[in-house]
């Protein structure tokens, strides 16, 4: 399975941005899809996942800001971030979990929040 994001960028406080991840290989459908970043010297944490019934699990610090949504016949998830704070700055993972509960991860996109 490979992961290929896309859509990061350089934005100004307030705006928005919308990132792309799309799954490839042998699996047909996955159990979950989403996002993680990972900022300078911090953690990874999560952002948000949703799974294929359409069940939503956002972090904290993203709750009404950020959308999860997926696409299942494209095997392809989104992250819409609004009102996007310069905090929000991170490289940003896409991931995925089989039904197996093997999680892949793509290789990150950088977004930069600039204040």
């Known amino acids: 399975v490979q992961l290929q994001a896309s859509g990061g960028g350089l934005v100004q406080a307030g705006g928005s941005l919308r990132l792309s991840c799309a799954a490839s290989?042998?699996?047909?459908?996955?159990?979950?899809m989403g996002w993680y970043r990972q900022a300078p010297g911090k953690q990874r944490e999560l952002v948000a996942v949703v799974t294929s019934s359409g069940r939503r699990n956002y972090g904290d610090s993203v709750k009404g800001r950020f959308t999860v949504s997926r696409d299942n016949t494209k095997n392809t998830s989104y992250l819409q971030m609004n009102s996007l704070k310069p905090e929000d700055t991170a490289v940003y993972y896409c991931?995925?979990?089989?039904?197996?509960?093997?999680?892949?991860w793509g290789q990150g996109t950088l977004v930069t929040v600039s204040s």
């Open positions: 991931t995925t979990t089989d039904w197996g509960n093997l999680d892949y």
């Open positions: 290989g042998t699996i047909s459908t996955f159990k979950t």
